[in-house]
């Protein structure tokens, strides 16, 4: 690979957007990181960002917010302008998490409104078509660009307490697919990966996910749960050159979690 691309990574300083950053930057990649956090968390979010510099590797990280419609243009202005000339940015990867956890009915707790479906749709869904757009746009994109984003096996299952999740999965799928079309003539390959139960900040915010957590372990025939690493192999491994004819599908990455 030509040390000329870049992946940049939407969420990146925890869970699977980092364990790809890593993975990537082990195999060559430049790393942008656009990440969302508080101060008091960045002492420790800085030694995992210096875990991918050691690769030797170029690394930016920018704490800023994504969702911003009013901010992405200069967002991007600055991705221009601290690219090398001649430098492209050959992976965008989706891993946005910021949706309402709330029941659609409840006696006792606060329920879905549809600002919450909202808010959740644009964070978990548009804001992939957002960025692709404005990417193409800038022209910062490579010939052969890999589009990949996450999805869960809430897009098929009613679980409680995520219906607002699921209806943006199944929107972030609809949008892969139409990405990978329309945006065909440009070289651009967009698809989503399908992670069993990983134990992440996310995952732990789920109400009862220490029981979901448990019926993962039953439902697996590997015995254990998906690993950041484990998702982080499959990204890569859609980055290659040899698949560059897998195109707006949704690829498990589940140890056969999904088989019962």
């Known amino acids: 690979m030509k040390n000329t691309y870049w992946a940049l990574i939407l969420g990146g300083s925890s869970g699977l ?26 002492d420790e979010i800085e030694k995992e960002f210096d875990e991918i ?5 170029r690394l930016i990280a920018m704490n800023v917010d994504v969702l911003n419609a009013e901010k992405r243009a200069d967002i991007i202005f ?4 601290q690219l090398p000339e001649g430098h492209q940015i050959k992976v965008l990867m989706h891993s946005v998490a910021k949706g309402t956890l709330k029941p659609m009915y409840s006696e006792s707790r606060p329920t879905l409104v549809d600002t919450d ?3 959740t749709f644009d964070a978990m869904a548009l804001s992939l078509y957002d960025w692709t757009k404005a990417l193409v746009t800038a022209n910062l994109f490579a010939d052969d660009t890999r589009i990949i984003s996450f999805t869960s096996e809430g897009n098929t299952r009613a679980l409680p307490n995520y219906s607002a999740v699921s209806v943006a999965k199944v929107a ?3 949008l892969t697919r ?9 070289g651009i390959k967009a698809n989503c990966i399908q992670a069993g139960i990983t134990m992440t900040k996310s995952l732990s915010m789920i109400p ?3 029981q979901i957590k448990e019926n993962a372990l039953k439902r697996n025939p590997q015995n254990r749960l998906t690993t950041p690493e484990d998702v982080a192999n499959a990204v890569y491994l859609l980055t290659m050159d040899e698949a560059s004819w897998i195109t707006g599908t949704v690829i498990k990455v589940d140890g056969g979690e999904s088989l019962i």
Do not use: C, V, W
């Open 17 to 42: 957007g980092l364990a790809t950053a890593k993975k990537l930057a082990s195999h060559g990649y430049h790393i942008l990181i656009m990440h969302r956090d508080r101060r008091a968390a960045m």
């Open 53 to 57: 510099r050691a690769f030797g590797n």
């Open 78 to 81: 600055n991705i221009q302008q």
């Open 208 to 210: 009862g996910y220490e």
């Open 117 to 119: 479906f909202r808010i």
């Open 178 to 186: 139409s990405i990978a079309l329309e945006f065909a003539p440009i």
């Open 172 to 174: 972030l799928e609809a």
